[in-house]
Nanobody, 117 residues
Framework: QVQLVESGGGLVQSGGSLRLSCAASGVIFSSDVMGWYRQAPGKQRESVATITVSGKTDYQGAVKGRFTISRDNAKNAVYLQMNSLKPEDTAVYYC???????????WGQGTQVTVSS
């Protein structure tokens, strides 16, 4: 089992920055992919960014160049630095671990990010 706890959400003005953090407890496999998803009101949950243990990253097109995902394997932690935030980035952001050996997803409880115009 994997438990995920996010922190760092909040209210910020358009153009501002926030840094999300996620701490994972339990066993993290070297093949696990860690990442961030978000869900805006009335919309489906979508992938924002993912990162492998070797540091390979993948970003949703709308956040490329503005968001940076990073991972601390020693701490079983993943971070999301969000710059140049826009109102359309407003959503609940979820930390995620994808266990590749079973294709099982683990989710955090979510943290609200609100960007005012």
């Amino acid at each position: 089992q994997v438990q995920l706890v996010e922190s760092g959400g909040g209210l910020v003005q358009s153009g501002g920055s926030l840094r999300l953090s996620c701490a994972a407890s339990g066993v993290i496999f070297s093949s696990d992919v860690m990442g961030w998803y978000r869900q805006a009101p009335g919309k489906q949950r979508e992938s924002v960014a993912t990162i492998t243990v070797s540091g390979k990253t993948d970003y949703q097109g709308a956040v490329k160049g503005r968001f940076t995902i990073s991972r601390d394997n020693a701490k079983n932690a993943v971070y999301l630095q969000m710059n140049s935030l826009k109102p359309e980035d407003t959503a609940v952001y979820y930390c995620n671990v994808l266990r590749m050996v079973t294709m099982q997803h683990y989710w955090g409880q979510g943290t609200q990010v609100t960007v005012s115009s």
